[in-house]
């Protein structure tokens, strides 16, 4: 059985980027289909730039899809990344003056930007677990928050010195995470991700609060039977998920734009949902999940930008493949549930 329901997860998978690439082809009626498949191959792979575009894509990806991946973990839907991660980004910004310019000072930076998004993520968490709220309404509701308290901040106390544009002062040099490679943009973000991936690899699987998380994600009431509350774990694991989306936010800040300003990180937490549920919520899946998609953003994203395909077709395609994947997912769940209860009345 357990077999079984391996490959039908792998089909599931590939069934939602081959409906992807068919609602793709059904869109693009002025192009071909195939061209713009080559056109994309071509860029994200087989282009220097293109290429790291995507790794550099994929950074912040890894970090928000490790968030949603643990918080899935529990059947809790954190869909706040994007105001977590503007959460994480204002701290960090905010600190910027009053720490020293030095690696301590950018520490202290990536540490604001881990708390103000656990801060943000724990209003939900409270709202979820000690009012029993519906974490889905309240994380989408605290997104249009922080993008208007952001809009705020960039035209009022945080904006930059001449009063002109909506944005920040720039963070000194010795507060920018250093540049990796050179002659590219790939910055220490990227070792960051790497180690949120092995660290939230050990926290799901080696540790107690690992086993809670996939015990009230299994069962809530055998969980609750078992001593485990499901409300804690709630408001912890939405509190865990926004620290980890507000270092998203201080890492793109202090490794890509090195100052405040809106727009910063369009939507980089919707697509970390279909990262981590392409990689089956499996937290050392899911750097290789950020960098497919970063993949087919490059590539689209030059075509969209050239004018051969329209640009929200990226987003449509995103859609596309996690509608297909929770469909085939809730299939598959369900067979094998009827495959146990007629193995156990046989």
């Given at each position: 059985m357990t077999d079984r329901s391996d490959i039908a997860r792998q089909a599931v998978i590939a069934a939602a980027c081959i409906v992807a690439l068919v609602v793709g082809a059904i869109l693009l009626a002025g192009a071909n289909p195939l061209s713009v498949a080559i056109g994309i191959g071509e860029r994200a792979l087989f282009t220097r730039s293109g290429f790291l575009e995507a790794v550099l894509r994929s950074i912040p990806l890894t970090i928000l899809g490790l968030g949603i991946a643990l918080a899935f973990r529990a059947r809790v839907f954190n869909?706040?990344?994007?105001?977590?991660?503007i959460a994480g980004s204002?701290?960090?910004?905010?600190?910027?003056?009053?720490?020293?310019?030095?690696?301590?000072?950018?520490?202290?930076?990536?540490?604001?930007?881990?708390?103000?998004?656990?801060?943000?993520?724990?209003?939900?968490?409270?709202?979820?677990?000690?009012?029993?709220?519906?974490?889905?309404?309240?994380?989408?509701?605290?997104?249009?928050?922080a993008l208007q308290i952001l809009s705020w901040l960039v035209r009022g106390p945080m904006q930059e010195t001449m009063r002109i544009i909506p944005r920040s002062d720039p963070?000194?040099?010795?507060?920018r995470l250093p540049i990796l490679f050179e002659a590219t943009r790939i910055?220490?973000?990227?070792?960051?991700?790497?180690?949120?991936?092995?660290?939230?690899a050990i926290l799901a699987r080696r540790s107690r609060y690992g086993f809670k998380l996939a015990v009230v994600g299994a069962n809530a009431h055998a969980a609750r039977y078992a001593g485990i509350d499901p409300r804690w774990i709630a408001g912890s694991v939405l509190t865990l998920s926004g620290a980890l989306a507000g270092l998203a936010g201080a890492v793109e800040i202090t490794g890509i734009y090195g100052r405040l300003q809106e727009g910063f990180a369009p939507g980089f937490g919707i697509t970390a949902i279909a990262v981590a549920l392409v990689a089956r919520l499996n937290p050392l899946l899911v750097p290789v999940s950020a960098l497919g998609f970063s993949l087919l953003y490059a590539g689209l994203g030059t075509l969209a930008r050239n004018g051969v395909v329209p640009f929200p077709i990226i987003n449509i395609l995103e859609g596309a493949i996690i509608f297909v994947?929770?469909?085939?997912?809730?299939?598959?769940a369900h067979r094998a549930k009827r495959g146990q209860a007629e193995t156990a009345d046989g």
């Open positions: 869909i706040g990344m994007d105001g977590q991660l204002v701290v960090a910004m905010a600190l910027a003056p009053l720490v020293p310019l030095d690696a301590f000072g950018l520490l202290l930076l990536l540490s604001g930007g881990i708390v103000g998004g656990a801060a943000w993520g724990g209003i939900a968490g409270v709202i979820k677990g000690r009012f029993g709220g519906n974490e889905i309404i309240a994380t989408i509701m605290l997104n249009y928050v963070l000194d040099a010795a507060l910055h220490a973000g990227l070792l960051i991700a790497l180690a949120a991936v092995v660290a939230v994947f929770l469909a085939g997912s809730v299939y598959v």
